[in-house]
């Protein structure tokens, strides 16, 4: 699985970008990681005679990733440690000091968390399972168009020059809502959720010239 994650990441990224990661502590990561971000590299030859050093497979010198290690007992969480399994523990913070960030997972536990919530097949200590692959995935789909496109998001909403006055009780509406949808561009406003459902798709693949 932590392969396959991988994979789907390296697939969009531009060329040429490498990426910098933070994970749990699952070991699986740094081994898909090094699988797809890494090259050949051939070691100096230490001695005048005797064999040639083997060629290894080494990660790119821009290649950072870090895990967030958490200690838990009893099902509460005790500890956290940083753990850098590749690059610098100071070319790491120095990249997330820019965007006032730290070592950390929040940004997807937060992810898991909504998942968790909406998705009642993926939820923990539930008695709701999921009979297939293919309905986990249609449950999936659903929650991420829903995420997108229908839940607006605080930290995307943007303050509106003029407090707009309320429809009927409540007091003045002084941000604009916004989802990643729309702040991605595809979209200029929220969606319902009834507007989800009645969305007509077009048939996938399209034909060529479409």
Same mark, same amino acid.
């Given at each position: 699985?932590?392969?396959?994650?991988?994979?789907?990441?390296?697939?969009?990224?531009?060329?040429?970008?490498?990426? &910098?990661? !933070?994970?749990?502590?699952?070991?699986?990561?740094?081994?898909?990681? !090094?699988?797809?971000?890494?090259?050949? %590299?051939?070691?100096? +030859?230490?001695?005048?005679?005797?064999? +040639?050093?083997?060629?290894? #497979?080494?990660? /790119?010198?821009? /290649?950072?990733?870090?895990?967030?290690?958490?200690?838990? &007992? $009893?099902? +509460?969480?005790?500890?956290?440690?940083?753990?850098?399994?590749?690059?610098? $523990?100071?070319?790491?913070?120095?990249? /997330?000091?820019?965007?006032? #960030?730290?070592?950390?997972?929040?940004?997807?536990?937060?992810?898991?968390?909504?998942?968790?919530?909406?998705?009642?097949?993926?939820? &923990? &200590?539930?008695?709701?399972?999921?009979?297939?692959?293919?309905?986990?995935?249609?449950?999936?789909? /659903?929650?991420?168009?829903?995420?997108?496109?229908?839940?607006?998001?605080? *930290?995307?909403?943007?303050?509106?020059?003029?407090?707009?006055?309320?429809?009927?009780?409540? *007091?003045?509406?002084?941000?604009?809502?916004?989802?990643?949808?729309?702040?991605?561009?595809?979209?200029?406003?929220? #969606? *319902? !959720?009834?507007?989800?459902?009645?969305? $007509?798709?077009?048939? #996938?693949?399209?034909?060529?010239? %479409?």
């Amino acid at each position: 699985m932590a392969q396959r994650v991988v994979h789907q990441v390296t697939r969009v990224l531009a060329p040429g970008c490498v990426p &910098r990661l !933070l994970t749990d502590g699952l070991k699986d990561y740094g081994t898909a990681l !090094l699988i797809h971000c890494g090259q050949w %590299v051939h070691p100096e +030859r230490r001695q005048e005679k005797g064999p +040639r050093p083997q060629p290894r #497979w080494m990660p /790119l010198p821009t /290649l950072l990733y870090a895990q967030v290690v958490k200690s838990n &007992r $009893r099902r +509460r969480i005790v500890g956290v440690t940083h753990r850098v399994v590749f690059g610098t $523990r100071w070319a790491i913070e120095q990249i /997330l000091a820019a965007c006032g #960030w730290t070592i950390n997972t929040a940004f997807v536990e937060r992810l898991n968390l909504d998942l968790r919530q909406r998705v009642a097949a993926i939820g &923990r &200590r539930v008695n709701t399972l999921c009979q297939g692959e293919a309905g986990l995935r249609d449950q999936l789909v /659903l929650f991420q168009t829903y995420h997108n496109f229908v839940l607006s998001h605080a *930290s995307l909403r943007q303050p509106l020059p003029v407090a707009e006055a309320p429809h009927g009780r409540g *007091s003045a509406q002084r941000w604009q809502l916004c989802t990643p949808a729309m702040a991605a561009g595809l979209t200029d406003h929220v #969606w *319902s !959720l009834t507007e989800v459902l009645l969305y $007509r798709v077009p048939p #996938w693949p399209q034909p060529a010239g %479409v």
